[in-house]
């Protein structure tokens, strides 16, 4: 079957060109949903409502089956990652020294719990294995860097910086 083949679904929107030819390309290489919804995860970060009823026509599988498929999968998220990620990690070092104590700090001090973004989209919370610096732990990564070596006292001072800093960017960004 050819690309042309491929029944359209009657909604295209504009904005979804490139994704489109990416699902197609991907279609035709699998025929699964994964790779689909992998390819929109990718394009936009998470995977839109819009998306999955686009996806849902494509490959005609009603969109409820699909919800199914992304809350089953913990690598898919249905809403966008903040402005900062935070990956705690939880690996055998770091949950020696530490990164229970981390962890509720970081969930007091943000009022959300691990994959949980906060309502003000500043801060997403994500848990990894091993962030490949044992000997700083307990670790947490935010965004691409690395605070180790850390206590609950000095994490709530990292986030506070990250709160002032951020702030001072939507200042800005407003002016
Ligand atoms: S166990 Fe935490 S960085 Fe390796």
Redo the contacts with the bound molecule.
Sequence with gaps: MTTTEIKQPNFPPKEFKDFKRDLIHKRKQHGSLIPLLQSAQDSYGYIPEKVIHYISELVEIPAADIYGVITFYAQFRLKPLGKNVIRI???????VNG?KSILRTLQDDLGVAVGETTDDGVFTLLSV??????S????IMINSDTHGNLTPDKTRKIIKKYKQETAKEVQHEGN
């Design positions: 990690c939880e690996g055998t070092a770091c949950h990164a294995a091993c962030l490949g610096c044992c700083l732990s307990p670790v």
